[in-house]
């Protein structure tokens, strides 16, 4: 077996751990196929590291479940696996994911996959089908978190209970819980990103300009794995917010912060400052600021009511509400992509798709003709 070459930013111990694991596949993965891994390891995004290692992990376990190794797979075991996979509550974008990392592994073998068989790609149509589909027959998705809510004048009308500007009065941001969620509706409603952007921000990537707004540079994201960054604005609101969770964090630690420590980090119910939140951090944060402030919104609903208030509620809601915010304040497709780095124009549209059929032409000739 030969021995891996340590790499400056890589995560040895995964990488070492699906060695171990691999090298437990013997004869079916021989030298040639360890030095093709380690160059694809080399040059993989830290994200794609993670994951790969997950999928590795859940493929050789099942593999192992019924004593066969991990490669070489024909179609019906791929199809098996994805199988069990949504069974146990997994879900189709996370099959796929697994599915494509064991594309990668039979690639770097060079074996032909056994995932790009039409069994396979049967299987994945099946599995989204029963999971993507609402009452109507259409994909679900997140309930959006918008600025002001569904309201019909985004400028003119009061905020609804569920949205940003509703929920920011329910904060205490005296408190450390309350400070870091204001920064992170705030975050949310002027960027736009995904949970596992906000997750990554350092305090080091915000930028103070002189009329009180700000910039924030987004090191990496889904469509940018060159790592190369993008520049984004931050309203004042924003900066101030950030402002009052830095100070007093810094009064806590007695000394200034460093320039990567995490801009949004946990907080323990006695008020305490820990380490950097996570994907699922975001989401069940997010989560706590709408109940919390529903219930201080609206006391008259009990506990049931909302939670059918927060049905649908996810860590992707801010980024769906800012699709809808920009299209409701006459924003155009290309406008948006560019404002949260959307690669295509599929999904922002498909966000804010009811929006723009009641801002369209016959909802427009409609409203001048009267009816």
Known sequence: MITPLPRVGTPVSD???????????GPAIGPTTYDRFEAWWYGAAANTKRAFAADMRAWGAFRRARGQPMIPAGAIDVRDFARAQSRAGLKSSSIARQLASIAILHDLAGIPSPTRDRVVSGEMKGIRREEGLDGRGRRRQALPLRLKGEV?????????PLSV?????TLDIST?????????????????RRRSEYAAMNIGDVSAAGDGSGTILIRRSKTDQSGEGRVKYLSSDAMTAIATWLAIRETASGSPLPPDAP????????????????DDGIRDVLLRIARRGLKLLLPELDHAAIDDQCRGLSGHSLRVGFAQDLTAAGEGLAAICQAADWSSPAMPTRYAEAL????????????????
């Not at 723009?356 to 009816?371: T, Y």
């Open 165 to 169: 500007m509703a929920l920011l009065t």
């Open 263 to 278: 801009l949004l980090a946990s907080v323990d119910r006695f008020g305490r400052v820990g380490g950097r939140l996570s």
């Open 152 to 160: 019909g004048d985004i400028v003119a009308d009061k905020p609804l």
């Open 356 to 371: 723009a059929a009641r801002s369209g032409a016959v909802a427009r000739l409609r409203r001048r003709v009267g009816s």
């Open 15 to 25: 990488r070492q751990a699906l060695m171990d694991l691999l090298a437990g596949d």
């Open 176 to 192: 450390a819980a309350g400070a870091r969620d204001a920064v992170l509706l705030l975050l949310g409603t002027d960027l736009g």
